[in-house]
Antibody, heavy 121, light 107 residues
Framework: EVQLVETGGGLVQPGNSLKLSCATS????????MNWIRQTPGKRLEWLAQ??????????SYLESVKGRFTISRDDSKSSVYLQMNNLKEEDTAIYYC????????????WGQGTLVTVSS | DIQMTQSPASLSASLGETVTIECLAS??????LAWYQQKPGKSPQLLIY???SLQDGVPSRFSGSESGTQYSLEINSLQSEDAATYFC?????????FGAGTKLELK
């Protein structure tokens, strides 16, 4: 059974940083491409970042609006993916999900329960 | 970025009815479209990918189709458990973008 467990969310002040983690099991993590997607309080879904697998040199893509503030990374030995978020803004308030996909098949069949990030002073 | 315009924003239908939800892509996405269902407090669940391929375990009353850059999700014989919000997503190009969602209520 595929499991994705996101952690690290919480209440943070604008300008501060937060690092999200996603522990996975039940699928071949090393060959999966991993994504972060968020859902705003208004229910809008927004894809944020993708990191490909080792065979693709861990190629990374970002949504332009988070490039330079967010950093995706992975640790294949721990079957985990991370999202470092810096200089957080109130509009970053959302539920953050990690999801896997396999090369070129860019739909998302598995989702975790998400972790809530609230950016507020 | 590819814009996905989803309609309607909400609809109400009765048990047993058939409903259609649409997404219009701002450019050709070559059938690279997925549909998701999300129930309150839950994560999105994949229904359809590649415009018309049914994800394993999804009831056959769900179907997807396309006409040019217009994509449709049809739900036949509505069941009570179909009450949810539905989203489309283009998986053709970065950044992958979603429609704004359609909230389906059962009368």
């Amino acid at each position: 059974e595929v499991q994705l467990v996101e952690t690290g969310g919480g209440l943070v002040q604008p300008g501060n940083s937060l690092k999200l983690s996603c522990a996975t099991s039940g699928f071949t993590f090393s060959t999966a491409w991993m994504n972060w997607i968020r859902q705003t309080p208004g229910k809008r879904l927004e894809w944020l970042a993708q990191i490909e697998d080792k065979s693709n040199n861990y190629f990374i893509s970002y949504l332009e609006s988070v490039k330079g503030r967010f950093t995706i990374s992975r640790d294949d030995s721990k079957s985990s993916v991370y999202l470092q978020m810096n200089n957080l803004k109130e509009e970053d308030t959302a539920i953050y999900y990690c999801t896997p996909n396999y090369g070129g098949l860019n739909w998302f069949a598995y989702w975790g329960q998400g972790t809530l990030v609230t950016v507020s002073s | 970025d590819i814009q996905m315009t989803q309609s309607p924003a909400s609809l109400s239908a009765s048990l047993g009815e058939t409903v259609t939800i649409e997404c219009l892509a701002s450019e050709d996405i070559y059938s690279n479209l997925a549909w998701y269902q999300q129930k309150p407090g839950k994560s999105p669940q994949l229904l359809i990918y590649d415009a018309s391929s049914l994800q394993d375990g999804v009831p056959s009353r769900f179907s997807g189709s396309e006409s040019g850059t217009q994509y449709s999700l049809e739900i036949n014989s509505l069941q009570s458990e179909d009450a949810a919000t539905y989203f489309c997503q283009q998986h053709h190009d970065y950044p992958y973008t979603f429609g704004a969602g359609t909230k389906l209520e059962l009368k």
